[in-house]
């Protein structure tokens, strides 16, 4: 695990790069906890938006719905992203770290640890419900 510092250090040090200045930025799974986002703050990193997505699909055996083509490297969603080419279908293997146990351990320190960044980012975080299909997302 990465210690927070570090983590601001090095995104602080990204987003001063000229293509981040002039074209904006996005941090996707960061900050995880509140912590990381009061660090983010005191680094100057300010974000106008933030965006939450909240989806939990699972299958009827409880399994997540998610699924990934190898050689592509391209993310497929069994009910609202399927892949339409044979082929690519033929390739999708389910993520190893997505068992049953690495789901329910990532929800609960997600939602330990939601409450604190959503406090920090109130005034601009928009909830979007993920769970549909992507066009209407």
């Known amino acids: 695990k990465i210690p ?16 981040c200045i002039k074209q904006g930025w996005i941090l996707e799974g960061f900050p995880e906890n509140q912590e990381q986002a009061w660090m983010l703050q005191s680094s100057g990193i300010i974000p106008r938006h933030v965006e939450h997505e909240s989806a939990v699909s699972t299958s009827s ?53 939601f409450p604190g960044v959503f406090q920090i980012y109130q005034k601009v975080l928009k909830s979007i419900n993920a769970d549909q299909p992507s066009v209407d997302v």
Do not use: M
């Open 4 to 19: 927070n510092a570090l983590w601001a250090n090095l995104i602080q040090e990204r987003l001063s790069n000229v293509d």
């Open 61 to 113: 055996q409880g399994r997540a719905q998610v699924i990934s083509c190898v050689y592509l490297l391209e993310v497929y969603h069994t009910t609202f992203n399927w892949p339409s080419d044979l082929l690519v279908q033929q390739r999708l293997v389910e993520p190893e770290d997505l068992s049953e146990q690495e789901i329910s351990k990532r929800l609960l320190e997600y939602h330990r640890n």
